[in-house]
């Protein structure tokens, strides 16, 4: 069995509501969060998955490397890139954004709302990082896949960026 979230360094299962953390292994606690409109999917212990276990299996041995990124391979993953993120810019709505039906889907969902964490702005992210990399823009390097902001800022620490500083 396993919790969804655990406390880093004490592996205490976790919850968050209203930007506190609440402990799922205290009994008040979890009951508390229990009554909150949040998902519940995480307030439970859930059994461990072949895919948990074979990613578990993984950690076990040598760490995978990260694929070698050039140019040339850049530009071999543009044309399957170029389709998927044509179609990610034609589902936006005519603002301009990608709405879901459902923000979550569970009795707390608000009902249809932006996605900020949606696929199409990864897919888009990815074929712009591509095409920089073809022309020489950016350096040639594995920067992860699915981390947002990394993608969104590929060069610089973006630890260390000035947030503040940079907005005014």
């Not at 307030?43 to 760490?63: A, N």
């Not at 696929?119 to 020489?136: F, W």
Request: proline share 7%; aromatic share 10%.
């Amino acid at each position: 069995m396993m919790w969804h979230y655990v406390e880093p360094g004490t592996g205490r299962p976790i919850a968050s509501w209203r930007r506190k953390i609440y402990y799922l292994d205290d009994p008040k606690q979890l009951a508390f969060m229990k009554e909150q409109p949040t998902g519940v999917w995480y307030l439970r212990k859930s059994k461990v998955t072949g895919t948990i276990e074979r990613y578990l299996e993984q950690v076990k041995g040598p760490l995978p490397t990260c694929p070698e990124v050039t140019a040339e391979s850049a530009r071999a993953v543009l044309p399957g890139l170029r389709e998927k993120a044509r179609n990610a810019l034609e589902t936006q709505n005519e603002a301009g954004v990608w709405v879901r039906d459902k923000v979550a889907n569970f009795m707390g969902s608000i009902g249809a709302g932006f996605a900020p964490c949606s696929p199409r702005l990864r897919i888009l992210l990815e074929y712009i990082e591509a095409v920089r990399t073809t022309k020489g823009e950016l350096k040639p390097q594995y920067r992860g896949r699915g981390i947002l902001l990394q993608a969104a800022c590929p060069e610089a620490d973006w630890y260390e960026l000035q947030w503040e500083k940079n907005a005014q």
